[in-house]
């Protein structure tokens, strides 16, 4: 039983770090005003798949990946992805990279909150006969 529970969790922060990161690809590329035809996460059949706009999104069989599908994908579409300026581009095929980077930051930043950070202790020797070492100190 407990490793099912561990399968299923795995599987489950699994699809939460892929959702983060392909999410990032598409609010940077609706922000560029790169249409999206298709945001999975998953890959295979649609389990669930529902349309807004002119965007499809699903949750797919296999929970191993995830991939943000744009518009004309291939070099010769003249509205597709290729078509659009570098920076645009760029931007948008940066932001799963750049939101992998920021959500590392917030959890290394939550562990440190919440376990705190061990700090050495700051006097490691008291000098002989000082007022500190006649009142008990030790270093």
Do not use: C
Request: hydrophobic share 50%.
């Amino acid at each position: 039983m407990n490793t099912i529970l561990n399968i299923l969790a795995f599987i489950a922060l699994l699809l939460v770090l892929i959702g983060f990161h392909e999410f990032a690809h598409l609010i940077v590329g609706k922000l560029a005003k790169i249409p999206v035809e298709r945001f999975s996460i998953g890959f295979g059949p649609a389990i669930v798949k529902w349309r807004i706009g002119e965007t499809t999104y699903q949750l797919s069989v296999l929970p191993l990946g995830g991939y943000v599908k744009f518009k004309g994908e291939d070099f010769d579409d003249p509205e597709g992805f290729f078509s659009f300026p570098f920076g645009r581009k760029t931007a948008t095929t940066a932001a799963g990279i750049v939101a992998n980077l920021l959500l590392a930051v917030i959890v290394y930043f939550f562990i440190g909150i919440v376990y705190g950070i061990e700090t050495p202790p700051a006097v490691l020797e008291l000098p002989e006969g000082s007022s500190l070492t006649q009142a008990g100190f030790q270093a």
